[in-house]
């Protein structure tokens, strides 16, 4: 196979390590299949910061870099930082291109932090004994990527919105535990369009007027159909009122957002019009771990399909896949639904 500048990326993760580290690396083997698959087939993206500084602020480094040549282990390993200014980060933003078709099966991220000397010449078997042979060797499991994101709280990004409809009290929550998740796109503006997330919150609040309210010629249900939005930034907003969503055991409240399929289906709706592109990575990755999150919860195997209203769908699929008259979430979040899934089984294992 042969590297094609355009390959999609096939995995994104981004967070917040445990440790300061000034040593990374990614490991990941791949599903075999019938085509070789060769090292300099993948890159590596990845960007590396400390969590209070701006992704463009001097502290930052990032690139773009190749597997070893040698396979590991029949696996593929990138090292793709070791910091020589001498300031540790915590934080990292990192994807995987490679060629179409191919599946990953795991993927490691090894951040380090050592303690001694950092040698500055980049080559590969240096390396390699920097990963094995260093004092200080913390391993992060890409596992831990699916624990609960941060969901910001309906009385958080409430605002002015009237304080005694907080709770919903139009449409008390009725509960059924999920079996599926449908992807939605909130549709009207470009997601461009939110310059901050101040905005984001305010285009949230308009959707919550419109579904909950029979201002212009608004639904009325009397709350927000969608049970989580996503925006621009990453941002995971708690739609439908649920205060069952963390109790123990946890429940999933009935929305409205696809109809005859709203009972056993969390809607997660990217903020915004995805006609020309895909959200931003920090939206569907904070997406894919918000579905990861629920589907651990409830068992579910997010490559899997099941059988729901008399419809097989995917356990993670797009609205337009019920059948419903509407090209929600768009062609670009659609074409994508494959590596989402394919993502969000990675951050489970
Ligand atoms: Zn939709």
């Given at each position: 196979m042969a590297k094609n500048e355009e390959d999609p990326a096939i995995f994104f993760v981004e967070g917040k390590s445990p440790i300061l580290y000034n040593y990374a690396a990614l490991y990941w083997t791949v599903v075999e299949t019938d085509n070789q698959i060769r090292p300099e087939d993948f890159t590596v993206v990845y960007g590396s910061k400390i969590a209070e500084k701006d992704w463009d602020e001097s502290i930052t480094t990032s690139g773009t870099v190749h597997p070893l040549s040698e396979t590991r282990n029949g696996g593929f390993l990138a090292p793709f930082h070791a910091i020589l200014d001498g300031k540790p980060r915590d934080t990292f933003a990192i994807s995987i291109s490679g060629p179409e078709g191919v599946i990953l099966r795991s993927v490691t991220l090894i951040l380090a932090h050592h303690f001694g000397e950092i040698k500055t010449q980049a080559a590969k078997n240096e390396s390699t004994h920097l990963l094995t042979d260093s004092v200080g060797v913390n391993t992060v499991g890409i596992s831990a990527l699916s624990a609960r994101p941060a969901i910001i709280s309906r009385a958080s990004w409430w605002g002015s919105l009237p304080s005694g409809e907080l709770n919903s009290p139009r449409w008390p929550p009725s509960y059924k535990n999920i079996t599926h998740a449908l992807i939605h796109h909130t549709g009207s503006a470009p997601h461009n369009d939110q310059p901050t997330p101040a905005v984001a919150a305010d285009w949230v609040r308009s959707i919550w007027r419109w579904h909950a309210t029979s201002t212009s010629g608004g639904h009325n249900w009397g709350d927000i159909g969608y049970n989580f939005i996503v925006d621009r930034f990453g941002n995971i907003y708690h739609g439908r009122h649920n205060p069952q969503l963390d109790a123990s055991p946890p429940q999933d409240v009935i929305g409205a957002h696809a109809g005859v399929f709203n009972a056993g289906t969390m809607g997660v709706s990217f903020l915004g019009l995805f006609d020309a592109g895909l959200p931003s990575s920090a939206a569907l990755s904070s997406a894919e771990q918000l579905l990861a999150w629920r589907f651990r919860l409830r068992g579910l195997d997010p490559l899997g399909q099941a059988i729901i209203n008399n419809r097989l769908l995917f356990r993670i699929a797009g609205h337009r896949d019920t059948g419903a008259?509407?090209?929600?979430?768009g062609d670009h979040i659609t074409r994508y639904l494959p590596t989402m899934r394919n993502n969000v089984a990675l951050r489970m294992r």
């Open positions: 008259a509407t090209v929600c979430p």
